[in-house]
């Protein structure tokens, strides 16, 4: 009896923790997603939100099924010994993790599209419908693809610290080491993609910031024109697709670790395993706050923050480029007319050419 008593503190201390996590991830995506759906701007770039929030949708329909089984395991250590739960609760890890990568790679697509291919991005009409049919696709496809050990390719085992079930890791078995390795090998390519297309993404503004404040737009040239202003349109998303990424690949990078280390490593760590699976575990609850401060108005403090100190130390420093920072275009409520000015482009636009604030759906009118 005094060790059942001694236990129960340590038990409800335990527990506290994927509580919490519960907690913060559905309250936190919620959240998230009542944002994204009453932001005018966002709306505006249909595409790109509409993946927004569908990783959103994914990580708190991930939270709300997997975590209550984790609190049912420390309130009863058996709950996971059933193999019918013990492969449900590896399926929604396995699927639930796939899933995030995907849409990050593909949000991360849609901005390469949009900025580096901006032709072929209108020929395709990637719109939200378009962007709705390619979550479609991503869902079926990873479901189809982590219900294969359901289907005898793999076994799924509970881990050593018998709060959570995932495919075994350290196989001999020639099928199941396939799937293991496939699974690793189809995750790494996602977070290799995301980061090759983040970096051309963030390259391309790059250049494109440099050629709009070292040579004027002119009229002859309505796409490099439409480039320029789409580059800095483009800012916010991208400040939200660089974050987003940071923070799923991560959370991700050292559970694929673990699948590689398993197979090709002969030592087991099963420490390790937990503290990849953990730190999996944090990515919904860090990911919708990303979407709720990087709004429109932080954002425009952020700016403004930014061009204030920009400003003074190009006055300390003698330039032909002083006014190119304007001091009252904070008044202007319209991200799309501020960063036009921060780029000193819209005192260089002919007043015959009208343009449209860019949504990622349309050209600029003339």
């Not at 900025?115 to 079926?140: E, M, S």
Request: charged fraction near 15%; aromatic fraction near 10%; glycine fraction near 4%.
């Amino acid at each position: 009896m005094n060790e059942k008593n001694l236990l129960k503190p340590l038990r409800s201390h335990k527990i506290a923790l994927p509580i919490f996590m519960f907690a913060g991830g559905a309250i936190g995506n919620l959240i998230a997603i009542i944002v994204l759906s009453v932001s005018r701007q966002e709306r505006k770039s249909s595409a790109f939100f509409t993946l927004v929030r569908g990783l959103a949708v994914t990580d708190l329909l991930g939270t709300c099924l997997a975590s209550p089984l984790t609190i049912a395991t420390y309130l009863k250590r058996t709950v996971l010994e059933d193999q019918h739960i013990c492969e449900f609760h590896s399926f929604l890890l396995l699927f639930f993790g796939l899933t995030g990568l995907s849409i990050i790679c593909a949000m991360a697509g849609e901005r390469y599209l949009a900025i580096c291919c901006p032709y072929t991005y209108q020929r395709w009409g990637v719109d939200k419908r378009f962007a709705q049919k390619f979550l479609f696709f991503i869902y079926i496809t990873n479901i189809f693809f982590c219900c294969l050990p359901m289907m005898g390719m793999a076994e799924s085992i509970l881990q050593t610290s018998q709060t959570w079930c995932f495919i075994d890791m350290r196989t001999h078995e020639p099928v199941a080491t396939a799937y293991s390795v496939l699974y690793g090998a189809v995750s790494l390519l996602l977070i290799l993609g995301t980061i090759l297309l983040n970096l051309a993404v963030c390259g391309s503004l790059l250049l494109m910031r440099q050629r709009t404040v070292q040579r004027p737009v002119t009229r002859a040239s309505v796409r490099e024109r439409w480039r320029a202003l789409s580059s800095a349109a483009e800012t916010q998303m991208i400040a939200v697709l660089v974050m987003t990424s940071v923070v799923v690949l991560a959370c991700s990078a050292p559970l694929m670790v673990r699948v590689f280390a398993n197979h090709f490593m002969p030592k087991p760590d099963p420490t390790a395993d937990r503290a990849a699976i953990r730190i999996a575990s944090v990515n919904p609850i860090l990911d919708p706050w990303i979407y709720i401060l990087l709004r429109r108005s932080l954002f425009r403090r952020l700016l403004s923050l930014s061009r204030r100190s920009s400003s003074t130390r190009s006055s300390a420093l003698p330039s032909p480029q002083r006014n190119v920072f304007y001091p009252d275009i904070m008044r202007d409520s319209h991200v799309f007319t501020q960063l036009m000015c921060n780029a000193n482009i819209i005192s260089q636009l002919p007043t015959a050419v009208k343009f449209t604030p860019y949504d990622g759906e349309s050209l600029p009118q003339t």
